[in-house]
């Protein structure tokens, strides 16, 4: 069975351009979730959706990032502008219960 | 606010003994908690849960234990192997309420394997 896939796995960006990560959940699963790790803050929760529909966004650190579920198996995280501070891993995850399956991550560097 | 800490950055341990992984957390509505195992430029890899209605959970070499009125969780490895050198996380959930698939997650533990 596939896992979680995202895309890009690395993503070399400058100042001020948008940045676009994509996620494909686990098949079947209802919820997804979005996480950012960094040395300082470790892996925080960004915003997760319910059957496509977003249930909390209030770790979403600033209106330059955006979060979209068009449909159960795609989702995309945005950030316009970028800056040098948004570089981090972002994880995309899913599950239908307890247990959250996590994709490879997207490792974002913004120079 | 930490709700969910590990307080040890990293630890070192022998082929073959027991490895110990620590976790505390501050809110008692927390009903579920879990420990995912990280290797470098991997996503986390979910390893074993426990529900607040239980005291101690196996699964093969793994066990995790739940004191609930110490508010603290552990994670032993027995024997350990050198594949299970990585970042171990803990985390944990609020049951029954809105937002109860969310996951607090500690801050980590590095976790070497020496043979």
């Known amino acids: 069975d596939a896992g979680v896939i995202q895309s890009p796995r690395h993503e070399v960006t400058e100042m001020g351009q948008e940045v676009t990560l994509r996620c494909k959940p686990i098949?079947?699963?209802?919820?997804l979730f979005w996480y950012r790790q960094t040395m300082m803050r470790g892996l925080e929760l960004l915003i997760y959706?319910?059957?496509?529909?977003?249930?909390?966004d209030s770790g979403m650190p600033e209106d330059r990032f955006s979060a979209k579920m068009p449909n159960a198996s795609f989702s995309t995280l945005k950030i316009q502008p970028s800056e040098p501070r948004d570089s981090a891993v972002y994880f995309c995850?899913?599950?239908?219960?307890?247990?959250?399956?996590f994709g490879p991550g997207t490792r974002l560097t913004v120079l | 606010d930490q709700q969910v800490k590990q307080n040890s950055p990293s630890l070192s341990v022998q082929e073959g003994r027991i490895s110990i992984l620590n976790c505390d957390y501050t809110?008692?509505?927390?009903?579920?908690f879990l420990w995912y195992k990280k290797y470098p430029a991997e996503g986390p890899t979910f390893l074993i849960s426990?529900?607040?209605?239980?005291d101690k959970n196996e699964d093969g070499r793994f066990t995790v234990f739940l004191n609930k009125s110490a508010k603290h969780l552990s994670l032993h490895i027995v024997p350990s192997q050198p594949g299970d050198s990585a970042v171990y996380f803990c985390?944990?959930?609020?049951?029954?309420?809105?937002?109860?698939?969310?996951?607090?997650f500690g801050q980590g533990t590095r976790l070497t394997i020496n043979p």
């Open positions: 995850a899913s599950s239908l219960s307890h247990t959250q399956y």
């Open positions: 098949s079947g699963h209802d919820y």
């Open positions: 959706f319910n059957n496509n529909v977003p249930i909390d």
């Open positions: 809110n008692s509505m927390f009903d579920y």
């Open positions: 426990i529900s607040s209605i239980k």
């Open positions: 985390a944990a959930r609020r049951g029954l309420i809105q937002g109860a698939q969310k996951l607090v």
